[in-house]
């Protein structure tokens, strides 16, 4: 089973009103290929796709501590909802500003060099250079995500896909 993990920026008083499905519906599909790109183009959708663990595996150097600074931007949260595919966790706004304060201290090249033996685990497999270079891209790709969310006192819904 494939899972893929995707956060998306909600104003907080636009979320209060939402259930699980309205959260849902706001969130395009890939399949939705014009109101995907309109939302990644908005800075309002980051799509972590299948990698979110190799990416989850370089924020926390493989720690296990869901309280670790380190485990917030791709799995923290407080549980929201679910149907028979998708688990919806949110970070609010506080906590958004936090996350967006820690990724401000990560260096994202030494944090993959550092993270690397994690990282392999998750992969499954030797990380390259090039691919490496791609996930420390993707390490400053989550961060200016936060960073914009906070600066927008937005919440962050992250949803896993099966």
Not at 21 to 28: C, D, G, N, R, Y
Not at 63 to 86: I, K, M, W, Y
Not at 99 to 123: G, K
Request: aromatic share 8%; with cysteine.
């Amino acid at each position: 089973m494939s899972l893929v993990v995707r956060l998306f920026r909600f104003q907080p008083k636009r979320l209060e009103a939402m259930n699980t499905e309205s959260v849902l519906a706001e969130v395009p599909l890939k399949s939705d290929e014009k109101r995907f790109a309109a939302a990644q183009s908005a800075g309002l959708l980051l799509d972590l796709s299948e990698e979110w663990e190799v990416v989850h595996a370089a924020f926390t150097g493989g720690s296990p501590d869901a309280h670790e600074a380190g485990c917030q931007p791709v799995l923290g949260g407080a549980f929201l909802g679910r149907t028979n595919s998708e688990v919806l966790v949110v970070l609010r706004s506080d906590d958004v500003r936090r996350v967006s304060d820690h990724l401000a201290t990560v260096h994202p090249e030494r944090r993959v060099s550092d993270s690397l033996d994690a990282m392999e685990s998750a992969f499954g497999d030797k990380i390259g250079e090039s691919f490496a270079d791609y996930l420390a891209t993707v390490l400053r790709d989550v961060a200016s995500f936060y960073a914009e969310a906070a600066s927008n006192g937005d919440a962050v819904v992250k949803i896993a896909y099966s």
